[in-house]
């Protein structure tokens, strides 16, 4: 399953609607904000996964606790929201706080409920890069590729079906964190793609025009 198949499929959507009915925030906010967070949680994961000892205690975390069966089984979600609090503090470290205020800004989702709705994807977003380390029988030192090839991937899919505002937020999320890497995930993405946090969501091109684009879809 690629990254842009589980954002827009099934999975994506039973995601949505319980953190719409958890939360009181619209559906496609949230589904931007997957859409969004998703890579970038996967860019700083393969940033660390450069780092040996990082690698294999990725590796052990996704052997251990993240099989993929929440992607089948989304009742998991609320009980998993600790955990996935834990998981983003140890992703995101001390740049947690500076990644939510962006997101916040950027989606326009209220800076109290956006590290709740977080908590509560990160299961999803790990379930799913551990169901595709079995699936392609990866072990710590190959983690890095791994993640590579699914964030390559899904830009690929997402520039070639631009037929949604979904997946225009997606080519651009991806692209810009791919093509003006700066070593750092969160200027590739949040920095270059949607305006460093400066511009809200309304008006500025970039992130505020395509989550203008979905918002404006029933």
């Keep these: 399953m690629s990254l842009i198949d589980l954002l827009t499929g099934n999975t994506g959507n039973q995601v949505a609607e319980q953190a719409e009915n958890k939360f009181g925030i ?3 906010q949230i589904i931007a904000l997957l859409a969004v967070a998703t890579p970038l949680v996967i860019s700083y994961l393969r940033n660390k996964s450069q780092d040996a000892k990082e690698a294999e ?3 052990n975390a996704l052997d251990k606790d993240h099989d993929g069966s929440i992607l089948n089984d989304t009742s998991q979600l609320e009980s998993r929201q600790n955990e996935g609090g834990s998981i983003l503090s140890h992703i995101f470290g001390s740049e947690k706080n500076t990644v939510e205020n962006q ?3 950027n989606t326009g989702i209220s800076i109290d409920k956006i590290g709740p709705i977080l908590a509560m994807l990160a299961p999803v977003i790990m379930g799913y890069i551990g169901k595709e380390k079995q699936q392609n029988n990866v072990g710590a030192g190959g983690l890095g590729d791994l993640l590579g090839g699914i964030l390559g991937g899904a830009q690929n899919q997402a520039q070639q079906q631009q037929s949604n505002p979904l997946n225009d937020i997606l080519g651009s999320v991806l692209g810009g964190g791919q093509s003006q890497s700066s070593g750092n995930p969160l ?17 500025g091109g970039g992130i505020g025009d395509l989550l203008g684009g979905l918002f404006g879809e029933k």
């Excluded at 993405?189 to 309304?202: N, R």
């Design 187 to 203: 200027n590739d993405i949040l920095g270059s793609v949607l305006g460093g946090g400066q511009q809200k969501q309304q008006g």
């Design 26 to 28: 619209s559906k496609n």
């Design 57 to 59: 205690a990725l590796n």
């Design 103 to 105: 997101l916040s800004q």
